[in-house]
């Protein structure tokens, strides 16, 4: 299933629902927590042109008890395996452009490297497991979290007191305009974001982490885009772990 990007800040898909099937657009999304409060997501995150969420995380946080879409599918035989990998792709400021792909029931083996490992979800809600520590240049911090790597949050969301020493030993500063932390330039290369899961690091480049308006910085752990455009994303269901892999970018 391909998903179009719009300025590396939002990516968006289409789904049918119904026969005959009726064309929705729709930011597919493993959690909800993010968007639905509104009053934390930066202005310039504010105004999303879709119909819908497609919710892809599991049933026991469903609302209602609802059957999410991929469990179904899942329960009706219909994936060859319990598991589907996300690829998001670097394209920078462009507008509805080819910019990812959904894979269903299989690992991408053709967009992603071989799996460099999985993690053990620490529960079965969202995609959720433990980070043991992050690290920008001269800063690091080896406290351990629980994270969520979440397909429609367009930054990666930390701790307050994190991001603001994150953003310091990036050399970036606040602004009330965005609601984001800013480069003094957008030629000024900063150190790669280095987060360790489980037994490995993984290393989040400076083309995935700016944009030409902002740092992706913003309140409590969530691993969004940047790290997709890095690292696929596999989340398997069935054994209730996650696995990571390179992005081959084009």
């Given at each position: 299933?391909?998903?179009?990007?719009?300025?590396?800040?939002?990516?968006?898909?289409?789904?049918?629902?119904?026969?005959?099937?009726?064309?929705?657009?729709?930011?597919?999304?493993?959690?909800?927590?993010?968007?639905?409060?509104?009053?934390?997501?930066?202005?310039?995150?504010?105004?999303?042109?879709?119909?819908?969420?497609l919710?892809?995380?599991?049933?026991?946080i469903?609302e209602e008890?609802?059957?999410?879409?991929?469990?179904?599918?899942?329960?009706?035989?219909?994936?060859?395996?319990?598991?589907f990998?996300?690829?998001?792709?670097?394209?920078?400021?462009?507008?509805?452009?080819?910019?990812?792909?959904y894979?269903?029931?299989?690992?991408?083996?053709?967009?992603?490297?071989?799996?460099?490992?999985?993690?053990?979800?620490?529960?079965?809600?969202?995609?959720?497991?433990?980070?043991?520590?992050?690290?920008?240049?001269?800063?690091?911090?080896?406290?351990?979290?629980?994270?969520?790597?979440?397909?429609?949050?367009?930054?990666?969301?930390?701790?307050?007191?994190?991001?603001?020493?994150?953003?310091?030993?990036?050399?970036?500063r606040?602004?009330?305009?965005?609601?984001?932390?800013?480069?003094?330039?957008?030629?000024?290369?900063?150190?790669?974001?280095?987060?360790?899961?489980?037994?490995?690091?993984?290393?989040?480049?400076?083309?995935?982490?700016?944009?030409?308006?902002?740092?992706?910085?913003?309140?409590?752990?969530?691993?969004?885009?940047?790290?997709?455009?890095?690292?696929?994303?596999?989340?398997?269901?069935?054994?209730?772990?996650?696995?990571?892999?390179?992005?081959?970018?084009?």
């Amino acid at each position: 299933s391909q998903v179009n990007d719009y300025d590396d800040a939002q990516y968006v898909g289409n789904i049918t629902i119904g026969t005959p099937g009726q064309l929705f657009q729709v930011w597919y999304c493993i959690i909800i927590m993010f968007i639905m409060n509104a009053n934390s997501i930066a202005p310039f995150f504010k105004n999303a042109a879709i119909d819908g969420i497609l919710g892809l995380a599991f049933q026991s946080i469903a609302e209602e008890n609802v059957v999410p879409p991929f469990i179904e599918a899942i329960n009706q035989h219909l994936v060859d395996l319990p598991l589907f990998t996300v690829w998001l792709e670097h394209k920078g400021i462009q507008e509805n452009v080819p910019g990812g792909i959904y894979t269903y029931g299989a690992v991408d083996n053709v967009n992603c490297g071989p799996v460099i490992a999985y993690q053990p979800l620490t529960t079965a809600t969202y995609y959720q497991f433990k980070m043991s520590s992050v690290a920008l240049g001269t800063y690091s911090n080896h406290k351990g979290w629980q994270v969520i790597s979440d397909t429609g949050t367009s930054l990666i969301s930390a701790p307050v007191d994190i991001v603001e020493r994150i953003a310091a030993a990036a050399g970036a500063r606040w602004s009330k305009a965005v609601g984001l932390y800013i480069l003094p330039s957008c030629n000024d290369q900063i150190p790669p974001l280095k987060l360790t899961i489980g037994s490995t690091t993984y290393e989040i480049d400076y083309k995935n982490m700016v944009i030409p308006v902002s740092l992706h910085f913003c309140p409590s752990w969530i691993l969004g885009d940047p790290f997709f455009r890095q690292y696929c994303q596999i989340y398997d269901v069935g054994n209730k772990r996650m696995g990571f892999a390179n992005s081959l970018q084009k």
